[in-house]
């Protein structure tokens, strides 16, 4: 899934939204389709159970932390590009920030593993929920699922 769906589908994404001229689309597309592979590389490289891994590659907690925090960051910059969006795509964004800032607390704090799986769950139901509201209002050419006013 990390590969293809996360990674590979995302970039294809970002390539179609470049074609539309949507900086936001592509840069959001493709950095995510991005951080799936690589998030999929570094787990595969670092494990026993793959013929070329090898658990000593593994990144240590401060690694992860800092490859954690540093997708925080760059989705809470991409948070501030949804400003002007629909309500739902805030949502997404500032979700999943957040999320990635508590799964780097939580390679020093492991007590908060469970807050992070409760804002995946938010931010995962969000995205799903705004993807099912775009491609049902666009095949029915009016707004059935709201997702909230777009900011003029």
Do not use: D
């Not at 500032?94 to 799986?117: E, G, N, Q, V």
């Amino acid at each position: 899934m990390g590969i293809f769906y996360g990674g590979i589908a995302q970039i294809i994404a970002g390539m179609m939204e470049f074609r539309k001229g949507n900086t936001f689309g592509t840069t959001a597309f493709t950095s995510y389709g991005l951080f799936w592979l690589s998030l999929v590389g570094l787990i595969t490289i670092s494990s026993s159970q793959f013929p070329l891994g090898n658990a000593e590659l593994a990144p240590n907690n401060t690694a992860w932390a800092a490859y954690l925090f540093l997708w925080g960051l760059f989705t809470l910059i991409m948070f501030f590009g949804t400003l002007k969006a629909n309500r739902i795509l805030q949502t997404v964004f500032l979700s999943l920030a957040i999320l990635f800032f508590l799964l780097a607390l939580a390679r020093f704090i492991p007590a908060l593993l469970p807050y992070a799986a409760v804002e995946g769950i938010v931010c995962g139901f969000a995205a799903f929920y705004l993807s099912l509201a775009e491609v049902i209002n666009e095949g029915q050419k009016k707004p059935i699922l709201p997702i909230g006013p777009i900011k003029h």
